[in-house]
């Protein structure tokens, strides 16, 4: 087929998780997935397909509470290459979520309140300002399509900037922070305009030590529909130090913040929370 030809590139990941405690039930997770990429013209198609089927806490750090879902991740796109240096991109993705039938967290059905189909959509634009960093602007809208809640129907459209950093670089990674737009009439939940993150930077000193930054902030929507959703703040650091050839020590720390913004710009009856692990 064609997907064996020169220029075209496979590749597959599969894992299982088996957790058990010894005073509650175990869980176990387990996903796979495939991808196909164009990797030798100038015009680049490639496909994604993920599944998951996962025993996460419902909303982040919301709640304390695990319970199982499925996920089917699709994507596709094509990545065309302008010149050398340039390129731009656009991408399609449908993100479908189904909670368990008997998942409940405080009286609240999850599978009522947040099995969705999440329909993506973007372009961008990058350019190669050497051959280790490379910079653009990104565009993104969300459609999210409530199965059991279509009330809480949601529309969000992302913009911002973004920079990367190749893996070879002493400094590596990625970063995209812009303008984030929420809007859900239906539902009467407080419009948002404000600031998005998606940061994912390290450092390395080669044999030496390595340095990483994580920090994210969007929107998540609640369990509870009182509540609708929250803006979900993160910082994380880590640190690794090789100590000879198979030995390396390492330590993290990590803020997590929640915002609640509820329904018809009300005080939210919850406060500002803030998780600090380390």
């Known amino acids: 087929g064609w997907w064996t030809r020169p220029g075209f590139r496979i590749s597959s990941h599969a894992a299982v998780e088996w957790v058990n405690f010894q005073h509650n039930v175990g869980a176990t997770n387990g996903q796979a997935g495939a991808r196909i990429d164009r990797t030798d013209s ?42 050398p240096r340039t390129y731009v991109e656009g991408i399609v993705r449908l993100v479908r979520t189904r909670w368990d039938a008997d998942a409940i967290y405080q009286t609240s059905s999850l599978r009522e309140k947040l099995n969705r189909d ?28 409530f199965q059991f809640s279509p009330i809480r129907d949601g529309a969000t459209v992302r913009l911002g900037p973004t920079v990367e950093f190749s893996r070879a670089a002493l400094l590596f990674g990625s970063a995209k922070i812009g303008y984030e737009r929420f809007r859900s009439p239906a539902s009467g939940a407080a419009d948002f305009n404000g600031l998005f993150a998606n940061v994912n930077l390290g450092f390395i000193i080669p044999d030496q030590l390595q340095l ?22 993160n910082v994380n650091l880590s640190a690794a130090r090789r100590l000879g050839e198979r030995w390396d020590v390492a330590a993290f720390t990590g803020r997590y913040g929640l915002d609640f913004r509820p329904p018809g710009g009300l005080r939210s009856a919850r406060p500002h929370e803030v998780l600090v692990e380390f």
């Open 42 to 83: 100038l015009v680049r198609p490639f496909f994604n397909w993920n599944r998951r089927r996962t025993n996460p806490g419902p909303t982040g750090f919301e709640a304390g509470y695990k319970s199982l879902r499925l996920e089917h991740d699709l994507s596709g796109g094509v990545t065309v290459l302008v010149s």
């Open 118 to 145: 999440t329909v993506y959509s973007g372009a961008s634009f990058g350019y190669a300002i050497t051959p280790l960093t490379s910079v653009g602007v990104a565009i993104e809208t969300q459609q999210d399509r």
């Open 212 to 233: 990483k930054l994580l920090a994210g902030r969007d929107l998540q929507y609640s369990y509870d529909s009182a509540l609708a959703y929250y803006v979900a703040t």
